[in-house]
């Protein structure tokens, strides 16, 4: 009896959690569709015109792909034997706050909780994250960012020094009169003028104000750049792997082509 159980759970996993079998890529396949089914559905009940109209099909349409979201949410527990590891992830939470919602308007009813109920609502709109989940382009992304995240948290820190000193250079030169009250405020004209963004709620008067403000937009176009090939070098190093196999003890994914045990805990994959 405990082998079939076993058994049984080692096959959900499969099916579940990888996507080398036909199985496994049918339910991925159904799951994604449910998902962009599933935001359309949250994007036309925020339409009045329609939610008045179609509220009855919208709403009985939301319960059954949240009841699939259900029976996924639970699989995906059930299939792994440390729950917590999934539980506490990153999709982990991020399927739970993109199921909950819809439970929680059996609760939340009358005038006095709509404004409550339209903000839970709003966290279906989380169902969206989990696209990435079956797309493997995005572990290359991820992982992308994740290796180049010191060289561009160097490069934030240093644009943010030279916001402070341009804030303070205004502040100087412009002075309350035109507009640059404070530093804070100066600063903040920095930041939208060399983000290229120019609300135009402040602006320099003076001519040694306006020529700064012309340098600061050119610096701002040479350093918009600076990220995107920092991250983009990263793209070129990072290997792409089509392995699927995900751990069944801890759940952890993106395991060499090669591999018969985790990196992670050393348990034995699927093979």
């Known amino acids: 009896m405990k082998n079939e159980v076993k058994n049984w759970k080692e096959k959900l996993h499969e099916v579940i959690y990888e996507a080398d079998t036909p199985a496994g890529k049918l339910f991925d396949v159904v799951l994604l ?40 949410y639970f699989a995906r527990i059930i299939s792994i034997k440390k729950p917590s590891k999934y539980i506490f992830s990153f999709y982990g939470i991020v399927d739970f706050l993109s199921t909950v919602p819809k439970y929680l308007s059996l609760f939340l009813v009358g005038s006095h909780s709509l404004v409550a109920l339209r903000a839970f609502r709003l966290l279906r709109i989380f ?44 502040y100087f030169v412009e002075g309350a009169e035109n507009g640059f009250t404070s530093i804070p405020r100066s600063i903040y004209w920095s930041i939208v003028t060399l983000t290229t963004v120019g609300y135009g709620d402040i602006a320099p008067q003076t001519a040694i104000g306006q020529f700064i403000a012309s340098i600061t937009v050119i610096i701002g176009y040479a350093i918009i750049a600076i990220p995107t090939g920092i991250v983009s070098s990263e793209i070129v190093k990072t290997k792409i792997s089509l392995n699927t196999q995900a751990c069944p003890n801890c759940g952890t994914e993106g395991h060499e082509d090669n591999a018969i045990y985790c990196n992670h805990c050393g348990s034995k994959l699927h093979i």
């Open 33 to 72: 569709i449910a998902i962009l089914v599933s935001i359309l559905l949250v994007m036309l009940e925020s339409v009045e015109s329609i939610d008045n109209k179609y509220h009855d099909l919208l709403n009985i349409s939301e319960w059954i792909i949240t009841f699939l979201f259900t029976i996924e």
């Open 127 to 170: 169902r969206i994250l989990k696209v990435s989940r079956y797309i493997g382009e995005s572990n290359q992304l991820i992982k992308s960012l994740n290796a180049s995240k010191a060289k561009v948290g160097v490069f934030l820190y240093f644009v943010l020094i030279i916001c402070i000193i341009l804030g303070a250079v205004m």
